[in-house]
Structures are given as C-alpha cells and as structure tokens.
Nanobody, 133 residues
Framework: EIQLAESGGGSVQAGGSLRLSCVAS????????????VGWFRQAPGSEREGVAG???????NYANSVKGRFTISRDNSKNAQYLQMDNLEPEDTAMYYC???????????????????????WGQGTQVTVSS
C-alpha cells in the first residue's frame, strides 16, 4: 500500500516562501517510485481541488497558470520524495496542499491528472498553507 506523508506547510506573509515535501513509501520492488508521476494539488474552502504542478517519470513538468514563475516542482527518486518550492506567495495561494502519485498521467493537463489520481493513484493527507496580506 502506497502512503504519502507531507510536511512544510505553515503561515507566511505575502511575498514569502515555503517548501513543501512529500515522502512516499510502499512501492513494489519491480515498480519503483521513479516509474510514477508526481503532483501537487490544492483545495481552498468552498472550492474544488485544483492542480498546481505535475511531473512525469521522464521529468516533464506542468504548472497551473496562476503559479507559473513562482512555484517549482522537483523530485528525488533516491529518497522517494517530491517537493514544491513556493516563492513570492500571494494570499490567493492559501489552501490545503496535497501531494499525489499515479503510475500513468497526462501531466500536461492537470485536470485530467487529478481524475487519474482519483481513479488509480494515491493522495497525501494534506498540509495547510496560509498566506496573509
């Protein structure tokens, strides 16, 4: 059973930075973490969960327009970990952030990727990010 553990959320003023981490476990020896797509999604109160950033197993990345140039997704396959560096944070970035893994993904369409995670992947428990003005 795949499990994801996030950390790094918190409260910050507008313009500040945070780095989210997500460590995964439970992969089969013959189907390691490096074969999986990874992603970050967020959900604000009263809103649907939306894609923030995704990276496939070849390293291709995609970002929501609202975070391009401010957020950076990365992964360290040796640690079964993915990260989200968030710079120049805005109050609109306030949300619960969730990491996700899925074996196959349409990384260039984060909406489709969310559905793929729902159907075939795994979610972390979420970490809260609050940005004050």
């Amino acid at each position: 059973e795949i499990q994801l553990a996030e950390s790094g959320g918190g409260s910050v003023q507008a313009g500040g930075s945070l780095r989210l981490s997500c460590v995964a476990s439970g992969f089969r020896y013959d189907d390691p973490y490096s074969n999986f797509c990874v992603g970050w999604f967020r959900q604000a109160p009263g809103s649907e969960r939306e894609g923030v950033a995704g990276m496939d197993s070849d390293g291709a990345t995609n970002y929501a327009n609202s975070v391009k140039g401010r957020f950076t997704i990365s992964r360290d396959n040796s640690k079964n970990a993915q990260y989200l560096q968030m710079d120049n944070l805005e109050p609109e970035d306030t949300a619960m952030y969730y990491c996700a893994v899925v074996r196959h993904c349409a990384v260039m369409n984060l909406g489709v990727m969310k559905g793929q995670v729902n159907d075939f992947g795994d979610w972390g428990q979420g970490t809260q990010v609050t940005v004050s003005s």
